[in-house]
C-alpha cells in the first residue's frame, strides 16, 4: 500500500471511530511523520520544485510509514498511547 497524504484520512479512519475525531495536534503529529517519511525516500517539496522528475521517485508505503511512527517521538501522551498501540512492522 502507497502511503499519501490523502491516505492520512484513511489512516485516521483506522485509529478513530465517528464520535472521537483526530484532535489537531495529533493530525500535526501524522502530518509531520508522513512527511518525514516521503523526505527519507527522497521526495520534498524543496526536491520537486528543483527537480519535477522526482515525482517518479517510488513512494513510502503504509510499513515505512509505520516503520518511521516509531522512531518520532510524540508529543503528549494521548498520542504516545496511540502510538503504542501500533504494531511494530517486521
Not at 491516505?7 to 483526530?22: I, K, M, N, S, Y
Not at 502530518?31 to 520537486?48: N, S
Not at 517510488?58 to 509505520?66: C, G, K, Q, R, S
Amino acid at each position: 500500500m502507497l502511503l499519501c497524504f490523502s491516505g492520512l484520512t484513511g489512516l485516521a479512519l483506522l485509529v478513530t471511530d465517528e464520535e472521537t475525531p483526530l484532535t489537531r495536534s495529533e493530525e500535526a503529529y501524522l502530518t509531520a511523520v508522513a512527511r518525514a517519511t516521503y523526505a527519507e525516500k527522497g521526495i520534498t517539496g524543496e526536491a520537486i520544485r528543483a527537480h519535477a522528475e522526482t515525482t517518479l521517485l517510488p513512494a513510502p508505503t503504509l510499513a515505512d510509514f509505520i516503520e518511521r511512527l516509531h522512531t518520532i517521538p510524540a508529543s503528549s501522551e494521548s498520542m504516545r498511547c496511540s502510538h503504542d498501540a501500533i504494531p511494530n512492522v517486521v
